[in-house]
């Protein structure tokens, strides 16, 4: 029942109705209880008076306790509601964002401590003040606008809005980035009073958000360089890629390489990237110029990075400004390209928006930089190694060429001389032809008698055209042999047959000189090999030695032993036959016989050295003891086609 | 034994022996001083014997002898002449179709008996 609902008005009526009852009460009963006890008028009128005075007294005393307790309760609750308000203030100035309480007189009619601060400006100011007075400003410098704020947004949609983003310029002029909830305050009839505004300050977070965003596109920039180390064959293809991977990548308004160009003194923008390339177009700049104008020239000298976060504000970039003809970007750095011996080029990244570079990214940057040049470096390593590997081989080729042109010519020049050697033996055969055969007809008798003394002295005559002839074959067969056109004419044979046939060639003139001739050798000495050149050796080792012999004997022998067949001339008593090892050496070394010694032996011997060389054999003159030597030559029995030539 | 012999050498003294020593021998001696020479006076003269001297100046022995062999045939004895004893020498000779040869410097004791052994078979 209503009646006994809580509530002021329920608590007042209960109160009434029970004073209404025990009031109506006292009064009925004590109006019957005095007319019991009074015994006249006046008695009963002092009654009345003194029941009427202690009504009031309680209902004075019921009162006084009933407005007490209301009172007192009363006070509690302002208490209560106090505490309440202090805690809530207290909590209000304690978060860290700012809370504003905003009037529809766009009227901030509470602001916390935080507010202020995060807006700059005073209780006061806010209380004073619309919006639009309070003088902040957007991101580019304007003032903020009603219609910009939040309460604005609230009032006009009565919905709460949240999360909403501004970027504002305080009157002290540094910037802070906003987010802002705001949330209606009902008033009666559904419009709202108010709104509440919670702001906070998310610049760091926003600052926060910024530097990732720079490390994401540094880090993309610097895996692209990477791919472009790990694939560029050329210092030119490493250079653009890594261009390239600054701009697309890495996101970089501008980016350009300059390279130092040695003969002009001008650092040249070879290669460059990014959405701003065009306008740059082909610039080149003075290495050797003003540091003040022009950066580039100072990290070129020095090898010391330039970085400027605020490119537009930067004096040291006014230059640059003009020669990118507009609007150039927040942030501007610009790294040496260096090489051991010293900067080559420098690689400027030029950023959109301010302050991008800062120490975490700056240090990536000009490690790439050192990268690319440290690759660059070692691409121009590679490259001189490999030059030098061409030229050396080259060069090997050279003088591969030149080797064979060297022995062609002197090929050449051996065909020729054993040309004229053969000519020039020709040439003497004829006469001798003339000198042996006439002389043989003489001597036959068949152009007359002769007289003894006619006959000895042709048969001189005869003789000396012999030995000449013989001496013309020893010059054809060099020139043979020297030409490399010996033609061996390998047979059977025995080599006791061909000692022996040598030595009958040779004893008509040892009985001539009175010298004895021994030949000693067992039959069945086989061989196979070129009989006529053995013999030709034989004939003249044997001629030597009856010509060199001093006490007149000479033996020659034909032994077989091993692979060999050895035939042997022992000449003893010999003048001086010490000379002929040195003989013998001097005609090989020089091609001609030592002054004191007669030519011909010598020539005939060095025929027959090479002689028995191409046989495969080998010819050796050894002296003996009291004069005397031993001629040995040492034939393979069996020709195997491997004599020197 | 009234035979002809046409001798083909260019070195006159050499001419002179080998002339020589066959008259002496009875032999009636043609020369001719060239290859070209000498095949047309074979022809011509049509001897008995040619001695050819391979190293000719114009046509030189063994063109000629080669032409020889054509006209008049094989029937020819021709010998050659030469101072080259080399194995491949030899080869040659024979293959330009000559019937053998003699070596130079020729010697006088035996050239007469030598030349004979190739007319040797003409004797009826």
């Known amino acids: ?147 910009e704020c939040a309460p604005e947004v609230v009032f006009s949609t009565g919905a709460p809005v949240l999360g909403l983003r501004r970027s504002i310029v305080r009157r002290d002029g540094t910037s802070v980035a906003l987010e802002l909830d705001a949330a209606p305050l009902p008033g009666g009839a559904g419009r709202p009073v108010g709104a509440t505004v919670s702001i906070t300050d998310i610049s760091e977070h926003v600052e926060a958000e910024h530097r990732l965003r720079r490390l994401a596109r540094a880090r993309a920039f610097a895996a692209g360089a990477m791919q472009v180390f790990a694939r560029a064959g050329t210092p030119a293809a490493l250079l653009e890629g890594l261009c390239h991977a600054a701009g697309e990548r890495g996101g970089f308004e501008l980016a350009v390489v300059w390279i130092l160009e040695e003969e002009s003194g001008l650092l040249r923008s070879t290669y460059s990237c990014g959405a701003a390339a065009d306008r740059l177009g082909s610039a080149s700049v003075p290495a050797a110029s003003d540091a003040d104008e022009w950066p580039l020239a100072e990290v070129v000298r020095t090898g010391r990075r330039y970085v400027s976060n605020d490119a537009r504000a930067d004096v040291r970039l006014s230059a640059w400004r003009d020669a990118m003809q507009g609007p150039v970007g927040g942030s501007w750095a610009a790294f040496p390209l260096a090489s051991e011996t010293g900067p080559f080029g420098v690689l400027t990244l030029a950023s959109g928006s301010k302050g991008f570079f800062g120490a975490d990214v700056v240090d990536l940057f000009d490690s790439l930089a050192q990268d690319a040049a440290f690759v660059i470096a070692r691409m121009h390593a590679e490259e001189r190694r490999m030059r030098a590997e061409e030229e050396l081989h080259a060069h090997k080729e050279h003088l591969e060429e030149l080797v064979a042109e060297r022995t062609e010519q002197l090929g ?26 006439f002389t043989g007809v003489l001597l036959e008798g068949l152009a007359g008698d002769l007289t003894a003394e006619q006959r000895f002295q042709l048969g001189m005559v005869n003789r000396s055209g012999r030995v000449l002839l013989s001496l013309a074959n020893d010059l054809l067969d060099i020139a043979r042999i020297e030409g490399g056109r010996t033609q061996l004419d390998v047979a059977e044979a025995d080599g006791t047959s061909l000692l022996e046939a040598a030595a009958e060639l040779v004893r008509a003139d040892a009985e001539l000189k009175g010298t004895r001739l021994r030949v000693s050798g067992r039959p069945g000495v086989h061989m196979v090999t070129d009989a006529s050149k053995v013999q030709q050796v034989l004939l003249h080792l044997l001629e030597e030695a009856v010509e060199g012999t001093r006490d007149g004997a000479v033996e020659a022998s034909v032994t077989a032993s091993g692979e060999d067949v050895v035939f042997r001339v022992i000449e003893t008593g010999g003048p001086g036959r010490e000379d002929v090892g040195r003989l013998f050496d001097e005609f090989r070394r ?56 | 034994m009234g035979r002809r012999i046409l001798v083909a050498e260019d070195d006159p003294q050499n001419m002179y022996l080998v002339r020589f020593l066959l008259e002496k021998a009875g032999y009636e001696v043609l020369s001719a001083g060239d290859g070209e020479v000498a095949v047309e006076m074979a022809r011509t003269h049509k001897p008995d014997l040619v001695l050819m001297d391979m190293l000719l100046p114009r046509l030189d022995g063994y063109e000629a002898t080669r032409m020889l062999r054509d006209d008049p045939g094989p029937d020819l004895p021709i010998v ?37 052994s190739y007319l040797g078979e003409e004797e009826a």
């Open chain 1, 1 to 147: 029942m209503r009646l006994f609902k809580a509530g002021a008005s329920s608590v007042a009526l209960r109160t009434a109705l029970a004073y209404f009852v025990g009031a109506g009460l006292w009064v009925m009963f004590t109006d019957r209880v005095l007319e019991s006890m009074a015994r006249d008028m006046r008695s009963l009128a002092v009654l009345d008076m003194f029941s009427d005075l202690a009504f009031v007294a309680v209902t004075g005393v019921f009162l006084y306790l009933l407005i007490r307790a209301e009172a007192g309760e009363a006070g509690e609750s302002a208490r209560r509601l106090e505490a309440s308000e202090d805690r809530l203030r207290r909590t209000v100035e304690t978060v860290s964002q700012g809370i504003v309480l905003v009037g529809r007189d766009r009227r901030a009619q509470f602001a916390n401590a935080p507010a202020m601060r995060i807006l700059g400006l005073s209780a006061e100011e806010l209380a004073s003040r619309t919006y639009d007075e309070w003088g902040l400003l957007d991101a580019d410098g304007h003032p903020l606008s009603n219609e």
């Open chain 1, 412 to 437: 050449e020049q051996r065909r020729a001389s054993s040309e004229l050697l053969a000519n020039m033996s020709h040439g003497l055969r004829r006469p001798l032809n003339s000198v042996i055969g």
């Open chain 1, 590 to 645: 020089t091609g001609r016989a030592p002054d004191d010694v007669p030519a011909a032996s010598g020539l005939a011997l060095a025929v027959s050295e090479r002689l028995a060389l191409s046989l495969g054999g080998s010819l050796t003159i050894e002296p003996v003891n009291g004069g005397g030597a031993v001629f040995t030559l040492r034939v393979p029995a069996v020709y195997d086609g491997s004599g020197a030539v």
């Open chain 2, 80 to 116: 050659a002449l030469t101072a080259y004893s080399m194995k491949g020498d030899r080869e040659a000779i024979l293959e330009a179709g000559c019937d053998g040869y003699i070596a130079k410097p020729i010697d006088p004791e035996r050239f007469v008996a030598e030349v004979e």
